[in-house]
């Protein structure tokens, strides 16, 4: 890791260590596991789009939560005759990826959040391609921010999206067996989970009713190798609500509740010789169209 980008990340953490978590819903990451996501998604967005898609230099792109910017920032190297927008509703991740790429001069960040509908209306018809990756499952009206995406999708425009799946996820299904043992349900009687989870027949509803053309949507198994459990741990920490809920009434059960989770998983995963982990995630992704008129 270079003295840069730990200067980078550094600062992130900095301006964010205040906050409990991040503004909106739609964000519950904390600040110490930011950059290790970002780095995650990335790997993601690099095989499910920047492999897929074949530029043409000029093309238009909304990439929706755009976070730290380092992907929305290798989508503008690819479009150098087009232009890229990230929105995201986090003001200060808005304002570090405004600072880190304020160079390239295609690109842009504007603090948006992905539920606005005026901003899809002021830009209708302006984008070739919208992409999300990992957000749109922190999204309350998933229904409402496809509206939008069509109406700023040009005729024959593309989308690329990313979101977490409903079943299959091991840790998410492991969660929701603890939670309702006796041990830990008493803390759980009031909790209401601001992440929302769709099966492929569920988006692709979705999708049609917004009379998208589906291209192509699955349920994809991730693996990611993990250095050691304590990575593992930081990683659950990062996004698992019921860790967020438990935090907020008592932070010590809220680690025990992440280290049961992984004791459960490795036993069921175990730990590499050289300590690491393969963590197990499962996502849509979804390629669809506007069809033109």
């Not at 909304?62 to 290798?74: H, P, Q, R, V, Y």
């Amino acid at each position: 890791m270079s003295i840069l980008y730990m200067k980078k990340i550094f600062f992130l953490l900095l301006i964010l260590s205040s906050l409990n978590a991040f503004a909106g819903a739609s964000k519950r990451w904390y600040a110490d596991n930011y950059a290790e996501n970002a780095l995650l998604q990335q790997s993601w967005a690099t095989k499910f789009f920047f492999q897929d898609y074949i530029f043409q230099g000029d093309e238009s792109i909304l990439d929706i939560g755009s976070g730290i910017g380092n992907i929305t920032a290798m989508m503008a190297n690819y479009v150098p005759h087009g232009y890229v927008i990230g929105i995201d509703s986090d003001e200060a991740v808005v304002n570090i990826a405004k600072q880190d790429y304020k160079y390239i001069k295609n690109l842009s960040f504007l603090n948006k959040f992905a539920g606005d509908a005026n901003f899809y209306i002021l830009h209708k018809e302006k984008f070739d391609i919208i992409t999300s990756f990992s957000v749109l499952h922190w999204i309350s009206n998933n229904d409402k921010v496809l509206k939008g995406m069509f109406t700023a999708l040009k005729p024959n425009g593309i989308c690329y999206l990313r979101l977490a799946s409903k079943g299959g996820d091991p840790v998410q299904d492991i969660a929701d067996r603890l939670v309702k043992s006796a041990k830990w349900k008493a803390y759980f009687t009031n909790f209401k989970s601001h992440m929302k989870r769709f099966t492929v027949g569920e988006y692709a509803a979705l999708l049609e009713k917004n009379n998208f053309q589906i291209v192509s949507i699955g349920n994809v198994e991730d693996k990611n190798f993990l250095n050691n459990t304590a990575q593992l741990k930081m990683q659950i920490k990062s996004w698992l609500p019921y860790y967020h809920h438990l935090k907020s009434i008592n932070s010590l059960e809220a680690d025990k509740f992440v280290n049961e989770i992984v004791d459960v998983y490795i036993s069921k995963f175990p730990v590499n010789q050289n300590g690491s982990v393969i963590l197990y995630d499962h996502n849509l992704e979804i390629v669809a169209t506007k069809p033109a008129a």
